[in-house]
Nanobody
Framework: QVQLVESGGGLVQSGDSLRLSCVASGGTFSSSAMGWFRQAPGKERAFVAAISSTGRTTDYADSVKGRFTMSRDNAKNTVYLHMNSLKPEDTAIYYC???????????????????WGQGTQVTVSS
């Protein structure tokens, strides 16, 4: 069983930056594909970013390309989401997700992930 714990959310102003973290335990992190998704009120959960097991491959939603960067530190069992130039439309609960035993590829469909964190709230005021 894999446990994921997100942190780093908060209330910021438009144009500010935040860094989200997700710490994994209970599984083989270094062989897991990882993803970030978000869910705004009244909307479905949406893909934000994904990273391969080695960190060499990343994928981003068009809405965040050039502003968000996903990275991972396999020695710390942690993935990060660096968010720059935040906009009010980035307001959502952000979830970390894991897909164990998935090497060298990224996944952008929430149905491809087996484990989810509890989420962290990001609110961007205009």
């Amino acid at each position: 069983q894999v446990q994921l714990v997100e942190s780093g959310g908060g209330l910021v102003q438009s144009g500010d930056s935040l860094r989200l973290s997700c710490v994994a335990s209970g599984g083989t992190f270094s062989s897991s594909a990882m993803g970030w998704f978000r869910q705004a009120p009244g909307k479905e959960r949406a893909f934000v970013a994904a990273i391969s097991s080695t960190g060499r491959t990343t994928d981003y939603a068009d809405s965040v390309k050039g502003r968000f960067t996903m990275s991972r530190d396999n020695a710390k069992n942690t993935v990060y989401l660096h968010m720059n130039s935040l906009k009010p439309e980035d307001t959502a609960i952000y979830y970390c997700a894991a897909r164990p035993r998935t090497l060298y590829t990224t996944k952008n469909n929430p149905d491809d992930y087996d484990y989810w964190g509890q989420g962290t709230q990001v609110t961007v005021s205009s």
